[in-house]
């Protein structure tokens, strides 16, 4: 949109023949002696875009008296790439500004020779713009905040070291992920680089093309360090997946905007004129100071620079030159007001001092209308405070913050691999990269992985030809159970390329020896060296985000959004952007939950795309909360460790599941401490504790003592539907004797129970309440079994019978949808029918028999079909 003034302005697109500044005398300029000639020296698409003409309509706007105080020329383009400057228009104010094609030296001969009286941005300094390493060193020697870099210069010796989490130059080290910029200003090729915990990869900003402002390359992990060019390796920020474009004009006044990252998605968001979605944002003092140091230092009047707000901090991390908002009419206004001060103050200061505010003709467009315009902060509250939203009206309170705590995403199983080794060849990688001799060894990041590969695949070649060349004792079962779970570790290894963190291996020393020194030269007073003779191997696979888990994160953070700013679209987005609201997501070590939250956050902010970037630039990690999602106290994880072992004995039993094995189920000891709470025989809230550890082992010992006492903690039914706790008191059954397994409402919870006689059960923790009915279950889950392991082999024929039957209704599906003859259509209903009743005939078979049956043949004999193809 263009401005719509009172009254036509000066004509801007023809050049002007200004008044000779001769003519003006050295005497004090008077507007009444002429307007002030603004001349404009920059390429036509620069020079005539809209940005700067509505700004150039406000500024020739100004009047004094009747009279204009400025008019503008413009240097056509013809004249500035093809004829010298002695041919170049003269004024007395000079706007140029550096872009693709310029002739920056021409324009630096054109000042010396004319010396206009003001030039707006400085052209000896632009020239710094052009590298990167000076930009950054000018900033930090202003004292600029800048993000941690290191600088590879091609033409000198550079020490180089690259890992997969980091990179490392000149002693200099950058962790991944990093950003890799050219040392040119005007290069904008600018990639990033992810460590491979995080899934590897390589991520390419480039200028906006279209609706694209970056590309993400999964496969590509080693930087341009080796190309024989120079880069910057700078630290990526996290940035909450927003920047902040600062447009500043003269030290006193900045603009800031703020878009989402194209580090994200790439994804451009664009408003309904077309332009980049951007917020207006709120620069606080320390920001300010920032802006007023970068004009100063550059020497540019009008100067736009981009700045990274990461934990509490704000950074420079380019300086762009000549810089205009392209979509917002007050700048366009504030920058034409500060503009007419910058002249004045050096060309009319005695005409600034009579007339400081300046009168302008300049009317501003109309407001958009309210179906472009997005919904005001105001109104958004008021919808949201209407009755038509899911959230109540604030009665005087005001909701501050919102947390959520959510487990990870449907992950695959997880497996691990137990075994000790005394092979020297995985025990030489506990001295090669272990601090020590008796701390184990963690391999995780992939070229160690690789390396271990490698080990592996030595080992069990040497050991698979000594077995067929009949070397060594093979009829040694430990041994060849060792080749046996080699081959597993070797299986796992290479069943898929290492990518992140899904596979790791831990070596713990458990032998140690004195290491014999091979080494003449070698002191007689030196310490023995200790070296590592055995140790345990343990491979964990397994556990990684399914496409499943990895769908529900992101339906999740799509509906918290929805349900959390229902009504508004958009609207979290823009609260987002603006830092209105502070987002902080943060995640546990483990892969599958960093995986999760990126899902959730890309879901959440309606991001597209891969989830790597999202992830190193959304998701947190802090110590503190890392300790409080994954520690454990010591006294849970006892506990922990005991259930386990006791869930292991019972699944692992051999032994039919009998009524009088009930007692030894978890149940009579979860039952007994319900029981005692129901029945007054402590109070878990009562004394200065409160609902602490300590209150908690009171309730175990006491259910130990019920326990004890021979009942089983079972919730019988009565005839009557009432429920009553067996026990071995008077009239209940003892430990041996048969209960039959409790209903879920039979069990007696806190709203059964007689609150005037037991009045703290009021605030009794719901996981005492819970823990009849889950033990309950368990219970009846394991007498339904009979014998667990054997259990396991019936749910795994059961399976297999399942997938064939699959099979066969797949054949009779398409056999269906087959337009073929009545023949074929009358045999795919006989199969259809067939089909029907083949599990429930087998399953029922092997209620009755014990043993696990096939489902029967179809009609006429034979296997059942196979699918096609």
Same mark, same amino acid.
């Given at each position: 949109s263009t401005g719509s003034p009172a009254m036509p302005p000066p004509e801007t697109g023809r050049e002007v023949a200004p008044r000779s500044r001769v003519d003006l005398g050295d005497g004090p300029r008077r507007i009444a002696d002429g307007p002030i000639t603004v001349g404009i020296c920059a390429m036509e698409k620069k020079a005539r875009s809209n940005p700067m003409t509505q700004m150039v309509d406000r500024l020739t706007s100004f009047r004094s008296n009747g009279h204009p105080e400025f008019e503008v020329v413009y240097f056509e383009q013809d004249t500035i790439l093809n004829k010298p400057v002695d041919e170049w228009p003269a004024c007395e104010a000079l706007i140029a500004f550096f872009s693709t094609g310029f002739p920056l030296e021409k324009a630096r001969a054109y000042v010396k020779q004319h010396k206009p009286r003001y030039v707006f941005n400085d052209l000896d300094k632009q020239e710094w713009l052009f590298d990167r390493r000076i930009v950054y060193d000018l900033l930090q020697k202003s004292g600029v905040p800048v993000p941690k870099h290191a600088i590879l210069n091609a033409k000198l010796e550079n020490t180089i070291d690259e890992q997969e989490d980091f990179l490392e130059i000149n002693g200099v080290r950058i962790n991944k992920p990093l950003v890799e910029k050219p040392v040119s200003g005007e290069d904008h090729n600018v990639y990033i680089y992810y460590p491979r915990s995080q899934g590897g990869g390589q991520k390419r900003l480039f200028r906006k093309v279209k609706d694209r402002s970056s590309e993400f390359y999964p496969d590509l992990h080693t930087t341009r360090v080796h190309t024989g060019n120079s880069y910057i390796y700078e630290e990526l920020l996290q940035t909450e997946g927003t920047d902040v474009k600062v447009y500043a004009i003269g030290p006193e006044y900045a603009h800031a905007e703020a878009r989402k990252s194209p580090v994200l998605d790439g994804i451009v968001n664009r408003n309904v004129r077309g332009k980049e979605e951007r917020y207006p944002v709120i620069l606080d003092a320390e920001e300010k100071q920032i802006a007023r140091s970068v004009v100063r230092a550059f020497g540019q009047s009008v100067c736009g620079f981009d700045l990274l707000r990461s934990n509490g901090k704000s950074y420079v991390c380019d300086v762009?030159?000549? =810089?205009?908002? /392209?979509?917002? #009419?007050? @700048?366009?206004?504030?920058?034409?007001? *500060? %503009? !007419?001060? %910058?002249?004045l103050q050096h060309i009319a200061p005695e005409h600034l001092h009579a007339h400081p505010e300046g009168t302008t003709l300049f009317v501003e467009d109309k407001p958009p209308s309210e179906l472009t315009r997005p919904m005001s902060m105001s109104k958004s509250m008021d919808w949201l405070s209407s009755k038509n939203s899911i959230l109540p009206a604030p009665d005087g309170e005001e909701l501050l913050c919102v947390v959520a705590l959510t487990r990870h995403g449907d992950r695959t199983p997880k497996e691990k691999l /137990? @075994?000790?080794?005394?092979? +020297? %060849?995985? *025990?030489? %990688?506990?001295?090669?990269?272990g601090s020590n001799p008796h701390e184990e060894l963690k391999i995780k990041n992939i070229r160690l992985m690789e390396e271990l590969t490698h080990r592996v695949c030595t080992v069990v070649d040497r050991m698979q030809s000594e077995a067929r060349l009949g070397h060594g004792n093979w009829d040694d079962p430990e041994k060849a159970d060792h080749m046996e779970k080699l081959l597993q570790v070797k299986q796992v290894l290479k069943s898929h390329p290492f990518k992140g963190i899904n596979r790791k291996v831990q070596l713990k020393p458990t032998a140690w020896a004195i290491a014999n020194p091979t080494d003449d030269e070698v002191p007689s007073d030196a310490e023995p060296t200790v070296v590592a003779t055995e140790a345990q191997f343990i491979l964990k696979w397994g556990g990684e985000l399914t496409s499943l888990g990895e769908e529900q994160a992101e339906t999740l953070g799509k509906v918290f959004r929805q349900r959390l700013y229902p009504g508004e679209f958009g609207g979290v987005l823009r609260l987002h952007s603006t830092y209105r609201h502070d987002l902080k997501i943060y995640a546990s070590e483990e892969g599958r939950v960093q995986m999760t939250a990126a899902a959730f956050a890309k879901g959440f902010l309606n991001l597209e795309g891969p989830l790597t970037p999202i992830l190193a630039s959304l998701v947190s990690k802090n110590p503190k909360v890392t300790q409080m999602l994954d520690e454990t106290p010591d006294a849970g994880r006892a506990?922990?460790? #005991?259930? /386990?072992?006791?869930?292991?004995?019972? *699944? =692992?039993?051999?032994? #039919?599941?009998?009524?009088?094995?009930?007692?030894? *189920? +978890?149940?009579?000891?979860?039952?007994?401490a319900a029981r005692a709470m129901a029945d007054g025989q402590m109070d878990l809230m009562?004394?200065?504790?409160?609902?602490? @550890?300590? =209150?908690? !082992?009171?309730?175990?010992a006491a259910a130990e003592v019920a326990a004890s006492r021979g009942g089983d903690g079972l919730v019988e039914p009565q005839p009557g539907g009432e429920a009553t706790a067996s026990s071995s008191g008077e009239g209940s059954a003892g430990p041996g004797a048969a209960t039959s397994p409790p209903a879920l409402h039979h069990i007696k919870t806190e709203d059964s129970v007689d609150r005037e006689s037991s009045p703290s059960l009021a605030q009794k923790s719901p996981l005492v309440v819970a823990a009849p009915t889950s033990t309950g279950l368990l219970v009846r889950a394991l007498r339904d079994m009979g014998k667990p392991k054997q259990a396991l082999y019936r749910m795994r024929d059961q399976l297999a019978n399942l997938c064939k039957e699959l099979k066969a209704r797949c054949v009779v599906a398409e056999l269906e949808e087959d337009p073929a003859s009545g023949e074929a259509g009358s045999e795919a209903g006989v199969l259809s029918e067939m089909s029907q009743t083949n599990l429930a005939d087998a399953l029922q078979q092997e209620e009755d028999t014990g043993v696990a049956q096939p489902p029967p043949p179809p009609p006429g004999g034979g296997r059942p079909p196979g699918p096609r193809g």
């Open positions: 762009n030159g000549w =810089s205009f908002v /392209k979509d917002s #009419q007050k @700048f366009w206004s504030d920058s034409a007001n *500060l %503009l !007419r001060h %910058l002249a /137990k @075994f000790h080794t005394s092979e +020297p %060849l995985f *025990l030489s %990688l506990i001295t090669e990269h506990a922990m460790e #005991q259930a /386990k072992a006791h869930i292991f004995n019972v *699944l =692992s039993s051999d032994e #039919q599941m009998c009524e009088s094995e009930v007692a030894r *189920l +978890p149940g009579s000891f979860l039952s007994a009562a004394g200065a504790h409160g609902n602490d @550890f300590a =209150s908690v !082992r009171s309730v175990v």
